[in-house]
């Protein structure tokens, strides 16, 4: 049996961004927008890409779609000028496909 030791790797990767964000959104207290305004774009790139995988994995709650939605505009109006055309190319090049 051969195995794919990159697969591998990315799909450890992706179960444990999935499980930090996750994390992440449970912990996410009542001042969130302050919170999350006061990011990095580092931090706001990061964030955002564990969101995108973990509802690539699975189904978010209302409360975790809020809060990735508010990573996201954040995100897209610190590092890309509001522009939804750059945020989007910029996601589709930062995501690993699921499979």
Not at 28 to 37: N, Q, V
Not at 51 to 79: F, H, I, N, R, T
């Amino acid at each position: 049996m051969v195995v794919d030791l990159a697969l591998y790797d990315r799909k450890a990767f992706r179960a444990s961004a999935i499980a930090l964000v996750l994390a992440m959104l449970q912990s996410a207290g009542a001042d969130e927008r302050s919170h999350i305004s006061a990011m990095s774009i580092a931090q706001l790139k990061g964030l955002y890409v564990g969101c995108e995988q973990a509802a690539m994995a699975s189904k978010l709650s209302g409360g975790d779609v809020m809060y990735c939605s508010l990573v996201y505009e954040e995100l897209k109006e610190k590092a890309f000028e509001g522009d939804f055309g750059r945020i989007r190319s910029w996601r589709d090049r930062q995501l690993i496909p699921l499979g």
